[in-house]
């Protein structure tokens, strides 16, 4: 500990111990997506955002990886079991599965796992001969290691998400080749995500709300425009709740473009956020507010799991389909 500011070490136990707490008393009262209550779902990731994003993070892995379990057919995790996501893919990192008789082995170095201390299980994503799939391990084994010093993150330190490096972990395959990214849960379960980030987003916002009292005109422009992408981001979650929930196999085929829309909204949304809190109440409470730091630091991260201008270029290249499909 430095004065009042925790070390990266004591957030990310911090964080961990309530995560776990969470899914212990939690978990089980989430809704499933598509299940006829995803606004539910999606409120409580919001609460969980604006509370702690490195918490929200954790969460939405388990909760997620429920969902994929039961949509792939596997049983949900089993009590004592604290579940993470490990999908992403950045340059000359990825797992390799090789078949030993009945048995598939993970071997290489994964990158971005979240919860790589808390986590008692995990699904990933690995190349085997046919293709792409997504495994489940177990991350007790002797083959399992965190790799120290991978995370220098300021922001989303207490997610706990280093590399890691796999060898000759048994995973045990859940789904076909390539079913992780073709299944309709893998677009809703993007949007939760969002709904994490927009929690998060108000917990900025809430330290101008509170900083407003009568407001001068400059900052009451702020804060109207705050409201204004909050509440609109809000309503755009809202709407794609109630589509995913009447059309959850995605029957129609608009789920990707639902997702990427959602998406972006949410990310340009925390974005002005950070934008207009940021001059509204200028240097004062990013230097001595520790959880208004936090929060901005938190936020700032986990938005770029948004992919940008590769996320906008494909969502243009959609709607233009779209349109040209109509013609």
Known sequence: MTGLVPDAEEMRRSVAARFRTWVDTEAHDLPLPGAGRTPDRFAALYALGRTDLSLARLAEGHADATAILRELGSAPPGPGEYWGVWAAQPPNTGLLARQEGDQWLLDGHKAYCSGAHSCTHALVTADTPHGRRLFAVRTGHPGYAPLEG?????????????????????GRPVGAVGAYLDRPGFQHGGIGVAACWLGGARAVADTLQASAGTPDPLTAAHLGAVDMALHGA???????????????????GAARLRSLRVRAVAE????????????????GPLCHDPRHARNVADLTVYIR???????????????????????
């Not at 995370?151 to 490096?165: H, L, N």
């Not at 340009?268 to 240097?283: E, I, K, S, Y």
């Open 234 to 252: 809000h309503s755009v979650l809202e709407q794609a709740a109630q589509a995913i929930d009447a059309d959850p196999s995605d029957t129609s």
């Open 268 to 283: 340009q949304a925390c974005r002005d956020v950070l934008d207009r809190v940021g001059r509204a109440t200028g240097a």
């Open 150 to 170: 991978t995370w220098q993150a300021i922001g989303m330190a207490g997610s706990d998400t280093p590399d890691v490096r796999f060898t000759a972990v048994p």
């Open 305 to 327: 799991q948004h992919h940008a201008d590769r996320n906008l270029a494909e969502l243009g290249a959609l709607v233009a389909q779209e349109a040209e499909a109509r013609r």
